[in-house]
């Protein structure tokens, strides 16, 4: 896809008008100090969100109409298409488990992804599949083979996951997402490490990080395995000379942790709101209102299970605006 800066000229007018509607962190922090799930619902309901939805369904209304308004607005909508792929594969996923089980995906699938869940519905088994994103739909068959062979259902987890990022590394186009992606996935192999370095994995843990490793971004597999060998001195190592090394602390919370790397990602979309035009901007609104949502849920999900205020703010992650 060529991509012109200036082609972008009316989509980032019209999407900077939109960024007005993001609801801030700060506001989230305000609301989690109200006494219901109902009560937050009713506040969000002027930056979009619906009440009549119910606190499982407002955030998934919102970033459909979210990806709706910015396909109108951009020239090429091929551009934004890559962001819907995370739920195709979570759809694919939830498909081929439930196939396994002998059960339905009702209610289990997300209407975000490039495939529609009537197409879903209404297409057999080798149709569907044929309409996925290209690695996604191959590796299901090597997942299906791994599976077989070791009964251990995260083997379908670890090929469509890994399918999944080199979808969208092949569909990326624009320099601003492609970096956003790397690093991603830099994060979510740390994370990885991380995990399986606090599990006292052993042996099984470098097995499964050669498994479950993504294919893509600066940090490689063998820097990562040599890392979960040395513990987390040979991860601080491995990070003090990347732009990672402020996320990652020794002996800190893995919720901590996986904040802070949710927060970079955060920081790098920022950089967007300097730009006059360009694909950075619409590209920026859509993740940034992905991460609204999920303070979202983290707040109403907060709230319904009873956590108080001051947890739910020290879960909550950092908003663009």
């Known amino acids: 896809m060529r991509y012109d800066p200036a082609d972008y000229l009316y989509a980032s007018a019209r999407i900077r008008a939109l960024e007005s509607r993001l609801v ?10 109200l006494s219901s799930a109902d009560e937050i619902l009713t506040a969000l309901a002027e930056y979009g969100f619906s009440k009549e939805l119910g606190a499982d369904e407002a955030p998934d209304d919102m970033m459909r ?28 996923k939830t498909i081929e488990k439930c196939r396994l089980k002998g059960v339905q995906p009702d209610g289990l699938l997300i209407d975000l992804g490039t495939v529609s869940l009537e197409n879903l519905q209404t297409y057999q088994e080798n149709e569907h599949l044929s309409l996925f994103p290209t690695h996604m739909a191959a590796a299901l068959t090597a997942a299906r083979e791994s599976y077989q062979r070791t009964g251990d259902p995260r083997e379908i987890d670890f090929a469509l996951d890994k399918a999944l990022y080199e979808d969208m590394l092949a569909a990326t186009t624009v ?23 606090r599990m006292q994995s052993g042996e099984i843990g470098k097995s499964a990080l050669h498994r479950a490793a993504l294919p893509i971004g600066s940090l490689t597999e063998a820097q990562l395995a040599s890392a979960l060998e040395e513990g987390e001195n040979g991860l ?6 990347t732009p990672y090394a402020d996320i990652f602390e020794k002996g800190a919370p893995f919720s901590q942790i996986e904040k802070a790397a949710d927060d970079y990602l955060t920081a790098r979309l920022r950089t967007a709101r300097s730009v006059i035009y360009g694909a950075e ?26 956590l108080s205020p001051d947890i739910i703010k020290e879960r909550m992650r950092a908003c663009y605006v």
């Open 65 to 92: 109409s979210t990806f709706a308004a910015v396909s109108d607005a951009v020239p090429q909508a091929e551009l934004i298409r890559f962001l819907r792929y995370p739920y195709d594969c979570h759809n694919l």
């Open 24 to 33: 801030s962190r700060e506001r989230l922090l305000q609301l989690s100090e």
């Open 175 to 197: 320099p601003f997402a492609r970096d956003w992606l790397l690093a991603k996935a830099d994060l979510a192999n740390l994370m990885l490490c991380l995990r399986l370095m």
């Open 236 to 241: 601080e190592e491995l990070l003090k000379s």
């Open 281 to 306: 901007v619409p590209l920026a609104y859509l993740l940034a209102t992905e991460t609204v949502c999920k303070n979202v849920r983290i707040l109403l999900t907060g709230k319904r299970a009873g």
